[in-house]
């Protein structure tokens, strides 16, 4: 039988701690949260890899979906600066580990996740342990959730080739949004911040993350 808290330990300890994540909060939500409840049970063993973990695979037309690394998600809730009294909206909020784990954090949570199955698993998810103060809406990730805006942080669990000009305008003033933009190498957790009418953003670190729907950039056609 797989130890599921030891190696929940030893992610903490081995990629968390070892990856500058120094907010005791995150390394004891993240050591609390069962990473591997929100895995399909023939995944369940992968939960604690150093790598993303898939929660549906890619189908023709359609992209998969995953968990983000645990030291890229940890180290995005770190640049999030995320307050116990703060409303957080999480923008692919997948099977619920994000929102889980962000709950943790927050005074609220709004998980918004485009798949209405994925959506209905976070929900039922959640509330199997006993987290009340996140609830999962459905809806296109692109054009985050009005109603319940504006919010102290967006955290959006993946990476944009696209502009996120829609999640900015539902932040409140001084409130912050953290996203991977890019792919590849060239990837970068950054941070955007909300001052009066105006957002500005910065680049935090190298990341690399999968890309959300919703967000890829247009295709063009090569003659």
């Known amino acids: 039988m797989v130890d599921f808290a ?5 992610m903490v300890e081995n ?14 939500a993240m050591g609390r949260i069962p990473r591997e409840v929100f895995l399909p049970a023939s ?5 604690y890899l150093d790598e993303p973990v898939a929660l549906v695979d890619p189908q023709p037309g359609k992209p998969g979906r995953f968990l983000t690394r645990p030291a890229i998600f940890a180290k995005m809730l770190q640049i999030a600066e995320i307050e116990a009294s703060d409303v957080v909206l999480v923008v692919g909020a997948g099977t619920g580990y994000p929102c889980a784990v962000v709950g943790q954090l927050a005074d609220s949570v709004v998980g918004l996740e485009c798949d209405e199955d ?30 319940e805006a504006p919010y102290d942080v967006v955290v959006v669990d993946g990476a944009v080739e696209t502009p996120v000009d829609a999640l900015t305008e539902q932040l409140k003033d001084g409130g912050r949004l953290v996203v991977v933009v890019g792919l590849g190498l060239s990837a970068m957790a950054t941070v955007y911040r909300r001052s009066g009418d105006k957002v500005g953003s910065w680049p935090s670190f190298n990341a690399a993350a999968p890309l959300l729907p919703g967000f890829e950039k247009p295709k063009t056609f090569v003659f």
């Not at 030891?6 to 030893?10: V, W």
């Not at 995944?43 to 939960?47: F, G, K, N, Q, V």
């Not at 199997?128 to 990730?141: R, S």
Request: hydrophobic fraction near 45%; glycine fraction near 8%; proline fraction near 4%.
């Open 43 to 47: 995944r369940r063993s992968l939960a």
């Open 118 to 147: 994925l959506g209905n698993q976070a929900s039922d998810k959640l509330a199997q342990l006993g987290i009340e103060n996140a609830a999962v809406v459905v809806g296109p990730l692109e054009a985050g959730w009005a109603p």
């Open 15 to 28: 990629q968390l701690r070892t990856f500058d994540i120094t907010d005791r909060r995150i390394q004891d």
């Open 6 to 10: 030891a190696l929940r330990s030893r």
